[in-house]
Structures are given as structure tokens and as C-alpha cells.
């Protein structure tokens, strides 16, 4: 294929991939009669068991990067499938999935602030501002868009934890990134994260089977947890990291602002969820300080050259 038409299957590929992303939220939406952590072990235990055969090659790498990390490794799965996913799912009790999905943006926002304490990394005026326009938009959803509720501390319990998560995902981005795991590729990286994750879950979903109940038993919640399997996990992480391949990790995640307007329009088309005017006014926030912290400009002066 040539090299012009690869990279427009790439475009195509990254506008899709937040989509997918912003499913899981959905799904989990439509799957509240299923127990959070089960729901949660369900979704990564059938993912792992993929993702394994996909990269049986790379299993000896994955053994020889584990065993000096094994604390850190399931630290990492502690944040991604723990607090990003059963209590991701425990928090759609209480919120609308729109307002978790417009939290869900600020990621990238907090990792420049992470790096910035954890590694010394310096911020510039540029992006110091982009994070404050950000967090104003995750305080307009958060609260509502009233402020009395912010000087009330009125806050939805599912929308803290969503912040909550946000928070966690940020670091996991950047534990990642540590040079203990620099040896692996994303997709084996990917898997041993998500068997650690899954370890972790383990006990908890035990836990909400025997004395609590919520076991996916109907055809409908099976179908909709082979949504979560197939377009939530497999079909968003490899559509992301084919972008991170042919268009660059910073033109991939330029891409991944789309999140704010794909949640918003799924939410409405497939939930019949009502989009409020401070959602609005959120989104407009959180996508403006995210382009204004992290948006590189080279890619304006290559337009200008």
C-alpha cells in the first residue's frame, strides 16, 4: 500500500480510536446489573487470554522484565484495571456517563503536572496555563457548573472518583514510561499490565459473586461484555498503538482530545442522555487547556514552512 494511503488509513483509524475508548464507558452504562470488580476481572481476564496468544513470542522478554518489577507491575495494574476499571465501573452508579468521560480528558494535563513534581520536568508558561483552563472544565462538570456546590463540597461521589481515576491514569502513563519496562513493545507491555491487573481483581470479584451476586448470566450482558472485550480494550489499545506507529505518539494523542465529543455524542445517541450547557462549557475548558498545554507547535511551523 502506499505510503500516502497508509497514512490516510491512520487518520481514519485515530479519529475512530477514541471511540472506541469512550465504549467502555457505555457499555458500562448498560451493564450497572453486573458487579463492578466482576465486571471489571471479566473484561481483562478474557483480554489477557488474547492478548497472550498475540504475543506468545515475546513471553520469555516478558518473564525477564517481570521478575525484578513484580511490585511495580502490579502497582501499575493496581492503577489501570483496579481504580480505572472496577471503580470506573462502581462510579457509573452515581454519575452519567458523560460527565465520566469529559473528567476522563484531563489525563494528559496531569501528566505534565506529574512529571513536573515527580520528575523535576520543567513547565513552561504555556502549558501552566493550559492546565489551569483544564481544571476549570473538570470544576464546571464536576460541580455542575454551580458554584455552590464547590463551596458547599457537594460533589457527585461518581464524579470524584472519576477524578480520582483520571489522577491514577496519569500516573500509570507515566510509570510506564520507566526505563524497567523499556525492553518490551506496547502490545506485550499491555499484556503483562493487564494480567497483573487482572490478579488484582481477582479477590474482589470473588468476593461480589458469593455474597453479593451480579454475575453476567443473560445473553444481552454476554453480548455487551464481548463489546467491552473487543472495542473497549483490543480494538482501542491496537487502533492506538497503529497510530502511534504510522503518525508519531504526538500527533496519536493529539487525536485523543476527540474523547470530550465522542463520549458526549455516544452518550446521547445510545444512553438517551441529556448534554447540559455546563458540559458544554466543560468541554470548551478541558479541550482548551489541553491543546494549549500539550499541542506542539512544531506542527504549526511545519504548516508555515
Sequence with gaps: M?????????????????????????????????????LAFIRWGITSTILLMFCKKDWPEMLVVYKPNKSLSFFVG?????????????????????????????????????????RSRKTSAREAIGIAVALIGAFIIITNGRLDN?????????????????????????????KKFSSLSTLPLLTLFSIC???????????ETIFIGGFPVTQSEWILISGVVLLSSIGAFLSFQYGV?????????????????WGLFLSWAFLGETIEQYHINGTIFILSGIIVATLPLRLFKRRLT
Design 2 to 38: 502506499p505510503t500516502r494511503q497508509i497514512t490516510i488509513l491512520a487518520y481514519a483509524i485515530m479519529f475512530l480510536a477514541p471511540a472506541f475508548f469512550t465504549t467502555n464507558i457505555i457499555f458500562g452504562r448498560q451493564l450497572l446489573n453486573v458487579e463492578p470488580f466482576t
Design 150 to 178: 464547590l463551596l458547599a463540597l457537594e460533589f457527585n461521589t461518581g464524579d470524584l472518583i472519576f477524578v480520582l481515576a483520571a489522577i491514577s491514569w496519569a500516573i500509570y502513563s507515566v510509570l510506564i514510561k520507566s
Design 245 to 261: 506507529i504510522k503518525l508519531g505518539s504526538s500527533i496519536a494523542g493529539i487525536f485523543m482530545y476527540l474523547l470530550a465529543p
Design 78 to 118: 493496581f492503577l489501570a484495571f483496579w481504580i480505572c476499571g472496577g471503580m470506573v465501573y462502581f462510579a457509573l452508579h452515581y454519575t452519567s456517563a458523560a460527565n465520566g468521560i469529559l473528567i476522563y480528558t484531563t489525563p494528559p494535563i496531569l501528566i505534565l503536572a506529574i512529571e513536573a513534581i515527580w
Design 197 to 207: 491487573g487482572t490478579i488484582v481483581l481477582a479477590p474482589f470479584a470473588i468476593y
